[in-house]
């Protein structure tokens, strides 16, 4: 009796043993578990037996745990995007693209479209405005107008896509276009006569005049495009596109020769370019009327080359009153009125008439292709002294 007494207690006992192993391991993997402790723990040592914690993945998208400082970085890149897209085209290019969509807006309007079903274009309106100018613009304005739609669309987060018949249209209005203004007049260059009535006028003028005078020779024997050295109006000023005082320096070899520091340019953007002004005779020395005008408006050296003194202030000189400048000294000498770009076209073409290598010319105008051979004005002269009286060989 005693003896199936000590079995049936034996029994229980592994029975209530291996219950609460199984309760213990049920709650989570422990080292019990294992294949390996499994030889190394009995059943009576699972108290001692130590639970491994749960792991819980980390989510692919936490939660922000400060939101608004998120959501000011987000506006702040914002702001970002848009100075990059509102500074994207230079500032005249800008304008002109606005002008031109405010062309189409009131084409549009004018044939019952207001400007909300206008923007974003149809393909349909895009042909229609484009179509406008046949018999009176060529395709060069259509182009231009296609590219300030396109630019619209991109910069206002609208799919743009150029119409097939665009190729089709472009040629009609280059058939239709009149006659006589396919060809336009090429632009008179300032000549040196030019340029010396310039000096001999401002010779002894206001400090205005003489930074002029400065400006011009620059751009006549440096080759520059005037947007390189002046702001297009007082309205446009971008201090970082302009030299500064400090950028112009006197040549070691030469105390008549000098080289001014352009930090932008219309080709080369922000990497600039250096303008070698070369010692010429006077009263066409541009180094010599760079050193009269910081003479007479005396300023500090980060101050923009087109700076001058007007009594105990300082004013800049913009392109539109420097032309003004220069027709009022042509037209009073009964000579027509030129635009700012004849001062490059001048400069290349005197340049190469007066026997200059070609070259050399497009070196010293930074030049990236031959179209500067496009502006050699004069061709009769030059090929009266190359190519008159030759003796024939065949």
């Known amino acids: 009796m005693s003896y199936f007494l000590c079995r049936l207690l034996r029994y229980r006992k592994a029975k209530k043993d291996e219950l609460k192993t199984k309760a213990i391991t049920s709650r989570g993997p422990s080292v019990a578990a294992t294949s390996k402790n499994q030889r190394k723990y009995s059943t009576k040592h699972h108290l001692s037996v130590k639970r491994i914690p749960n792991f819980t993945p980390r989510p692919i998208n936490p939660p922000a745990k400060h939101p608004a400082t998120h959501q000011v970085a987000l506006a702040n890149a ?7 897209l509102d500074h994207s085209h230079a500032p005249r290019t800008s304008k002109n693209y606005s002008d031109a969509v405010k062309r189409y807006i009131k084409f549009a309007s004018s044939i019952g479209f207001p400007e909300e079903d206008a923007l974003p274009a149809s393909e349909e309106l895009v042909l229609l405005w484009a179509a406008e100018g ?4 060529g395709p060069g304005t259509a182009k231009q107008n296609l590219s ?7 910069k206002n987060g609208h799919e743009w896509s150029r119409p097939a018949a665009i190729p089709f249209i472009s040629k009609a209005l280059a ?18 006569h030019m340029m ?28 520059c495009r005037l947007g390189e050295l002046l702001p297009e109006s007082q309205d446009i000023v971008d201090n970082a596109r302009l030299p500064t005082r400090g950028g112009w320096i006197h040549e ?15 080709t080369t953007l922000w990497q600039g370019a250096k303008v070698f002004l070369l010692d010429q005779r006077d009263p066409l020395n541009a180094s010599l009327a760079i050193l009269k005008h910081l003479r007479a ?13 007007n009594g105990r202030h300082t004013e800049i000189l913009d392109k539109q009153e420097f032309m003004e400048l220069c027709n009022q000294v042509w037209t009073n000498n009964g000579l027509p009125r030129v635009t700012g770009h004849s001062f490059r076209i001048g400069g290349t073409t005197a340049l190469l008439c007066s026997g200059v290598s070609p070259e050399i010319v497009k070196k010293m105008g930074r030049w990236s292709s031959d179209a500067f051979l496009l502006y050699w004005r004069s061709l009769g002269h030059v090929f009266a002294d190359n190519a008159a009286n030759i003796t024939w060989r065949d």
Do not use: D, Y
């Not at 058939?175 to 040196?192: A, G």
């Not at 001999?200 to 440096?222: D, F, Q, R, V, Y």
């Open 134 to 137: 046949l018999g009176r613009t």
């Open 196 to 223: 010396s009535m310039l000096a001999h006028s401002w010779k002894n003028g206001s400090p205005k005049e003489i930074c002029a005078l400065a400006i011009a020779l620059t751009a006549w024997t440096g080759q």
């Open 78 to 84: 914002r702001n970002r995007l848009q100075k990059a």
């Open 297 to 309: 408006s005396p300023i500090a050296p980060k101050r923009l080359i087109c700076e001058f003194r």
């Open 175 to 192: 058939e239709f276009w009149p006659r006589e203004s396919k060809k336009p007049q090429q632009r008179p260059p300032v000549t040196s």
């Open 252 to 266: 070691a070899t030469s105390p008549r020769a000098s080289q001014l520091t352009l930090p932008w340019t219309k």
């Open 148 to 154: 300030a739609l396109r630019a619209w669309h991109i």
